[in-house]
C-alpha cells in the first residue's frame, strides 16, 4: 500500500512539473496534468498489482516505476494535446467574434 501512496505523490507533483515548464499552460487549468497524470497512474498501479506483478523478486520495480513513468508521459501527452488544440480553436474563435 505504501507504493501506491508514494505513486500516488509522484505522478501529482509530475503533472505539476509538466504544466509548469509548458509555455501555453494558460490555456488550461492547473489540475489538468496533474489529475491525467493521478488517474493513469493509479489506474496503471492497480492494473499491475492485480496482474499479480508486483512485490516478487525482480519485478519490484514494476508497480514503483512504471506508474509513474505512464503517469508523466500521459500528462505530457495531454498537454501536447491540449496547448495545440485550445491555441487552434481559441485563435479561431476569436477570428470569428471579430469578423461578426
Known amino acids: 500500500m505504501l507504493s501506491l ?3 500516488a505523490l509522484v505522478t501529482v507533483a509530475a503533472g505539476f512539473v509538466v504544466w509548469a515548464n509548458d ?3 494558460a490555456k ?3 489540475a489538468v496534468p496533474a489529475g491525467i497524470s493521478l488517474a ?3 489506474l496503471s498501479w492497480i492494473i499491475f498489482i ?3 506483478l508486483g512485490y516478487q523478486p525482480g519485478l519490484t520495480w514494476i508497480p514503483w516505476v512504471l ?4 503517469g508523466t508521459a500521459a500528462a505530457v501527452a495531454a498537454v ?3 496547448g495545440k488544440t485550445r491555441t487552434r480553436r481559441d485563435t479561431a474563435r476569436l477570428t470569428a467574434i471579430l469578423r461578426y
Request: glycine residues 14%; hydrophobic residues 60%; without cysteine.
Open 23 to 25: 509555455k501555453r499552460h
Open 80 to 82: 501536447l494535446y491540449l
Open 67 to 70: 506508474p509513474m513513468v505512464l
Open 40 to 42: 493513469v497512474g493509479m
Open 5 to 7: 501512496i508514494v505513486v
Open 50 to 52: 492485480a496482474a499479480g
Open 28 to 30: 488550461y487549468g492547473i
